[in-house]
Nanobody, 120 residues
Framework: QVRLVESGGGLVQAGGSLRLSCAASGSIYSIGTMGWYRQAPGLQRDLVASITSGGSTMYADSVKGRFTISRDDAKNTVYLQMNGLKPEDTAVYYC??????????????WGQGTQVTVSS
């Protein structure tokens, strides 16, 4: 069993910052790429940022220069530092991880989501 637990969401004013965290736990052998997605009301879930096991990162054009993704493999945790937040960043943010379990079963797992609301 693998579980992803997110935290750090909240309500901030435009221009403010938040740091999201997502910790993976369970029968984990290794974790590959980890990422953050977001879904605004009535819209699809889109990739925000991802980071490979080697530390290579990728960002959606809309967040480049403002968001930073990082990971701490000792804690099986991925972070998303969000600076210069805009109202259009308002969404539910989900973490995602590609996990090889100790049972040798490979799969992609999702967190439950955390709400980020940016007021103008």
């Amino acid at each position: 069993q693998v579980r992803l637990v997110e935290s750090g969401g909240g309500l901030v004013q435009a221009g403010g910052s938040l740091r999201l965290s997502c910790a993976a736990s369970g029968s984990i052998y290794s974790i590959g790429t980890m990422g953050w997605y977001r879904q605004a009301p009535g819209l699809q879930r889109d990739l925000v940022a991802s980071i490979t096991s080697g530390g290579s990162t990728m960002y959606a054009d809309s967040v480049k220069g403002r968001f930073t993704i990082s990971r701490d493999d000792a804690k099986n945790t991925v972070y998303l530092q969000m600076n210069g937040l805009k109202p259009e960043d308002t969404a539910v943010y989900y973490c995602n991880a590609a996990v090889m379990a100790r049972t040798s079963v490979y799969g992609t797992y999702w967190g439950q989501g955390t709400q980020v609301t940016v007021s103008s």
